[in-house]
């Protein structure tokens, strides 16, 4: 394995846009295993009844919510990585990056959907219609109105979302232009902001819901800046942007979770878990780049490990909740249950990487090449067409 030493300087190498970032393998396999701990460990804290030996797990893992940790290190590395791989010197930018998209995200996603249905709900005599299925493939059940198969679907939306995003900003030649970016990103701060100190006074401007939609927003867009900043090695440098860029980290990092702290106090402290997330993602980008083939392996498979981990343990609980009531299965410790949903998880997940994720993968890069060069025939937009005035 090796890492980045910590008085490594910031920039090390320019980052080619489609290059395999290891380090950022290793920061997503981190960030779904985050995931997996505060979800299992919520899950068997009262296996039989009362508290089950191990509950310091849970505690750690509930008191610095490492889960959010997780999903907000997942934002920020979308930020990082998804922006840059759009080929906005290519034909048909915006239709190629949608077909590569649409089959990274939804066959596996899809797949998620029946055993999600069957371990969480169906296994449990509990109800998941017809509706709730079909509603569930458009990845719209907040709109729908339907049941989720799997809670976590949300934080997928919020990828799409961005992706939307970055292609308006794209067609407004704003991608490349990394202050509107950072206008856009401190806008959307500011608004969040604005509407938490408006809720904790009891005046409510929009929904928390809402409100987190901004600030997740705009953290993906600091995992863009962040990597402009991190790989702009050439003079002269854009000093008002590095500085723009800074502020906003010294904010969410600092600031922002500070003033939630003398607002709310630290017990379900968003922010501070919001700000854990963002020191968890520059460590990992800059001081110490984790790469091992193991790590490259735990990046691989992290979409389906953050997808099936509750396929995984809601069969393992439901299971277990068959078993006579004390017997040795329902009184293990806690770290035993987290182990074997853990080593589960990755074995089906390795298993739909292999057979679902990949193949996709290759389909959808097979498609959106034959649209590019249907395009490039004369017939679709003009690559200058897209690039940034700036």
Known sequence: MNATPAAAPLVAEPVRAHARLRYIDALRGVA????????????????????????????????????????????????????????????????????????????????????????????????????????????????????????????????????????????????????????IAIALAFVHSLAMLMSWLKSPLMSSEAAFWLLNLSMMLCGTLYRNVLTQTTEPRDKRLRGCVLGLLVYYLVIFPAGAAWAIGFEH????????????FIAGTSFARIESRLTDWLGRISYSVYLFHPVVFMALLWWLARQPAGSWMRTQHLAVYLLVCVLGTLLLADLVQRGVEQPCIRLGHRLARAYRARAASGLGPKPADYQSGA
């Open 269 to 280: 402290n968003a922010p501070i878990a919001y700000a854990l997330g963002l020191l968890l």
């Open 32 to 183: 779904a295993l985050l995931v997996v701990w505060l979800h299992v460990a919520d899950a068997f804290l009262h296996v039989d009844g009362g508290i089950v030996r191990g509950a310091w797990l849970r505690e750690a893992a509930a008191s610095v919510d490492v889960g959010r940790v997780g999903v907000v290190a997942f934002f920020l590395i979308s930020g990082f990585v998804i922006p840059f791989s759009i080929d906005a010197d290519r034909s048909a930018p915006v239709a190629t990056f949608a077909i590569k998209r649409f089959f990274r995200i939804f066959p596996a996603y899809w797949l998620s959907i029946p055993l999600g249905a069957l371990t969480g709900f169906w296994l449990w005599g509990r109800a998941f219609d017809g509706r709730d299925f079909l509603g569930n493939l458009t990845l719209l059940q907040n709109v729908l109105g339907v049941r989720e198969a799997e809670g976590l679907y949300w934080t997928l939306r919020v990828e799409l979302v961005f992706y939307a995003v970055c292609i308006v900003l794209l067609l407004t030649r704003s991608l490349h232009d990394m202050r509107r970016v950072a206008a």
